[in-house]
Nanobody, 123 residues
């Protein structure tokens, strides 16, 4: 399975960006598609995820109310709409897939990773 992330860029604080992640998977079962990020000098952290079968979203507290994760089944694509961006959102964002466990936030449970896309928020 391959994941292709896109949509990063430079945006001013308060602005918006939408990230996309297209997967080559065609059967999803109970797979979870997630977004993680790694800021400068920081550990990689969970941002948001969506359970494909139920379309249930999950968010880190730091992005609740600002970010929205969604999926397009026809395009096998997951989106991360990021609004009200802050300088602390600056990071490389990675999409990933967990096809093995029911976990949503545990990085080690994600078995497929896309390349990162850089989001830079200027203050």
């Amino acid at each position: 399975v391959q994941l292709q992330a896109s949509g990063g860029g430079l945006v001013q604080a308060g602005g918006s960006l939408r990230l996309s992640c297209t997967t080559s998977r065609r059967t999803f079962g109970d797979a979870v598609l997630g977004w993680f990020r790694q800021g400068p000098g920081k550990e990689r952290e969970f941002v948001a995820a969506i359970r494909w079968s139920s379309n249930s979203p999950y968010y880190a507290d730091s992005v609740k109310g600002r970010f929205t994760i969604s999926r397009d089944s026809d395009k096998n694509t997951v989106y991360l709409q990021m609004n009200s961006l802050k300088s602390e959102d600056t990071a490389v964002y990675y999409c990933a897939e967990n096809s093995r466990t029911s976990s949503v936030t545990i990085i080690g449970d994600y078995d497929n990773w896309g390349q990162g896309t850089l989001v830079t928020v200027s203050s």
